[in-house]
């Protein structure tokens, strides 16, 4: 297999810039024989990692830094038939169980003819306005590629398969991640989790 990035580390990433960032998702563990992803930033570095060891398929995942401070947790909600995933931002070290920080639902209809495999977002609810924000993730049925856009159909990150210098794709477990400007890489990076676990490719 080609190189995905040298295995260097960053100590510590802004999970915010005002520029276009990209990323280099990797669907595999670093730790042998575990299940989960490890992400590079454009300097190959590791910035995130999931890490699930020998559990796959679990009902709870954890979103961390390469120091292993968790960032999101997201959890399975029981008796959703097309699946249903809450995520909780983490905070020294502590999160709000009661307050999820966001929900990931697929929008999956057994009728519909079209192959669009598509996601709603609903983002935690402000304290001042009570208002909620939503994204969609709208992808095609077993493809790896799709895209997260607001609700006024902006793009705010995409997910592409990766390809070598030479233009030659380096298989469906390596994708790229573009994340716009002014966009939390943390988050968005979890609702990239919570997609892959609605799709089972974690």
């Not at 260097?8 to 999970?15: I, L």
């Not at 709870?60 to 830094?65: C, N, P, S």
Request: aromatic share 8%.
């Amino acid at each position: 297999m080609a190189k995905i990035h040298p295995q260097t580390s960053v100590k510590g990433s802004d999970h915010l810039t005002s520029e276009r960032e990209t990323f280099t998702i990797w669907m595999k563990s670093l730790v042998f024989h575990g299940n989960g992803c490890t992400v590079f930033n454009s300097k190959g570095e590791v910035v995130f990692r999931v890490d699930n060891y020998q559990t796959r398929h679990s009902s709870e995942v954890f979103l961390m830094d390469i120091n292993g401070e968790v960032l999101f947790s997201m959890k399975r909600k029981k008796l959703q038939m097309f699946g249903c995933w809450e995520g909780y931002k983490w905070i020294d070290s502590k999160f709000n169980k009661e307050r999820p920080g966001f929900q990931v639902r697929s929008n999956c209809n057994i009728f519909r003819r079209n192959r669009h495999k598509n996601c709603h977002v609903t983002l935690g609810c402000e304290k001042t306005t009570g208002r909620r924000n939503s994204y969609k993730i709208t992808g095609l049925e077993g493809k790896s590629t799709f895209k997260i856009i607001d609700n006024a159909g902006h793009l705010l990150a995409e997910v592409i398969k990766k390809q070598s210098l030479s233009g030659v794709p380096l298989g469906d477990d390596v994708l790229t991640l573009v994340v716009e400007p002014q966009m939390d890489h943390s988050l968005v990076m979890a609702l990239v989790i919570a997609h892959g676990l609605i799709n089972q490719k974690l």
